[in-house]
């Protein structure tokens, strides 16, 4: 059972715009910064947001980060076939003095 | 640009020692942390532990009695032992580049493909 909590699946149509929730608490989200990684399966994990809402350079704009108080968001817009793939937030933890995972939610552009 | 490949045994017996090697081109073990983190089916993915390219290192506390994480005399490549190796341990095994400051990873980037390790008789 991961630390940090995301739903099982999400999905939407080409075009649209589809968020990823990510809820935590007071020692990891609610005082650390959120990263989101892109998984697709069989190939090494990306780094699409670091520091709750920045991108690294290669990261389409379309890939956006939001943080408030305990939980984060992952959103994509103009949603690509490509973008099916799995996605997980990740957060330093206070307690556990460790980074910690949410459990992934896999994305299916329909 | 850094790329990282993981490299080992696929198949370990129970209470063996479980040993991989991560190889970075396009980069070094002289600057940044280095990272070991596994995904297996029931718990998602795993921090393991992670050093750094002064010698820190940090563990997740549930393996520590049971990781070593070092780097060797070539400064492109850093290994994974994980001793007393039980089924629960069969995992999907990635290495990966650390950021780190106020002693908080950041981030990690970018991953290695990561490579299956099965711990069977």
């Known amino acids: 059972q991961s630390v940090l909590t995301q739903p099982p699946s999400a999905s939407g149509t080409p075009g649209q715009r589809v968020t990823i929730s990510c809820s935590g608490g007071?020692?990891?989200?609610?005082?650390?910064?959120v990263c989101w990684y892109q998984h697709l399966p069989g190939t090494a994990p990306r780094l699409l947001i670091y520091?709750?809402?920045q991108r690294p350079s290669g990261v389409p704009d379309r890939f956006s980060g939001s943080k408030s108080g305990t939980s984060a968001s992952l959103a994509i817009s103009g949603l690509r076939s490509e973008d099916e793939a799995d996605y997980y937030c990740?957060?330093?933890?206070?307690?556990?003095?460790?980074?910690?995972f949410g459990g992934g939610t896999k994305l299916t552009v329909l | 640009q850094v790329q990282l490949q993981e490299s080992g045994p696929g198949l370990v017996k129970p209470s063996e020692t479980l040993s991989l090697t991560c190889t970075v081109s396009?980069?070094?073990?002289?600057?940044?942390?280095w990272s070991w983190i596994r995904q297996t089916p029931g718990k998602g993915l795993e921090f393991i532990g992670y050093?750094?390219?002064?010698?820190?290192?940090n563990y997740n506390s549930s393996l520590r009695s049971r990781v070593t994480i070092s780097t060797g005399t070539s400064k492109n490549h850093f290994s994974l032992k994980l001793s007393s190796v039980i089924a629960a341990d069969t995992a999907v095994y990635y290495c990966?580049?650390?950021?780190?400051?106020?002693?908080?990873?950041?981030?990690?980037?970018?991953w290695g493909q990561g490579t299956l390790v099965t711990v069977s008789s």
């Open positions: 396009g980069g070094s073990t002289n600057t940044y942390c």
């Open positions: 007071s020692s990891n989200i609610g005082s650390q910064n």
């Open positions: 050093i750094c390219h002064n010698g820190d290192t």
């Open positions: 990740a957060a330093w933890d206070d307690s556990l003095s460790s980074p910690v």
């Open positions: 990966a580049r650390a950021s780190r400051s106020y002693d908080m990873i950041d981030w990690f980037d970018p």
């Open positions: 520091a709750n809402y």
